[in-house]
């Protein structure tokens, strides 16, 4: 059995073990939040970044009409209308434009939602990313639900590296409670 095993894994390129290391743990982190009674949805707020986190948000919002949506990191409304995908009034849409990083994501976020504790948030963002901006939103006092999308293939390793370098930093500044955090909320 042991035989088996090393073989197998003796056979992982270096590229595989990046995969298995680095990308891996961040992207199982965190599943997408159970949304089967969307009327207990509040809203949707979608991270600046790579745009199939605001294409994501814009299928949500035509699926679920009745939800606020806070795209963080969009200064322009009609950019912001454009990568959502046509299909939502713009009146649902506010933006938050002061944020320079995840951390000030969740803050701006937090300071102009006035989250109540009994609202349901939605995060949109890249699976990779989620552990952090998880992180950074618990710091500021504003629980949200994970809605991962993939992370483009090309450079995955780059970005894994970028977000384990992210959270150890985001720790060590305190602007996480946990290293990693954990997909459901000690508080919880």
């Given at each position: 059995?042991?035989?088996?095993?090393?073989?197998?894994?003796?056979?992982?390129?270096?590229?595989?073990?990046?995969?298995?290391?680095?990308?891996?743990?961040?992207?199982?982190?965190?599943?997408?939040?159970?949304?089967?009674?969307?009327?207990?949805?509040?809203?949707?707020?979608?991270?600046?970044g790579q745009v199939n986190r605001f294409s994501e948000a814009g299928?949500?919002?035509?699926?679920?009409?009745?939800?606020?949506?806070?795209?963080?990191?969009?200064?322009?409304?009609?950019?912001?209308?454009?990568?959502?995908?046509?299909?939502?009034?713009?009146?649902?849409?506010?933006?938050?434009?002061?944020?320079?990083?995840?951390?000030?994501?969740?803050?701006?976020?937090?300071?102009l939602v006035k989250p109540k504790p009994n609202e349901h948030w939605?995060?949109?963002?890249?699976?990779?990313?989620?552990?952090?901006?998880?992180?950074?939103?618990?710091?500021?006092?504003?629980?949200?639900?994970?809605?991962?999308?993939?992370?483009?293939?090309?450079?995955?390793?780059?970005?894994?590296?970028?977000?384990?370098?992210?959270?150890?930093?985001?720790?060590?500044?305190?602007?996480?409670?946990?290293?990693?955090?954990?997909?459901?909320?000690?508080?919880?």
């Open positions: 059995m042991f035989f088996a095993t090393s073989s197998y894994l003796s056979s992982w390129t270096k590229s595989d073990w990046m995969h298995h290391l680095l990308v891996e743990p961040l992207e199982a982190r965190f599943g997408r939040a159970d949304i089967r009674s969307p009327e207990s949805l509040t809203g949707i707020i979608a991270l600046g299928r949500l919002a035509r699926t679920y009409r009745n939800l606020e949506i806070v795209i963080s990191d969009r200064k322009d409304l009609s950019q912001a209308l454009a990568e959502l995908g046509g299909g939502v009034d713009p009146s649902r849409i506010v933006l938050e434009t002061r944020s320079r990083n995840t951390y000030e994501n969740a803050i701006y976020c937090a300071e939605l995060l949109v963002t890249g699976a990779l990313h989620m552990p952090r901006a998880i992180g950074s939103f618990r710091m500021a006092g504003f629980e949200v639900e994970p809605w991962p999308v993939s992370s483009p293939e090309p450079g995955v390793a780059v970005q894994a590296v970028h977000e384990w370098l992210g959270l150890i930093s985001y720790r060590l500044l305190g602007r996480t409670r946990q290293l990693l955090p954990y997909a459901e909320s000690p508080n919880s």
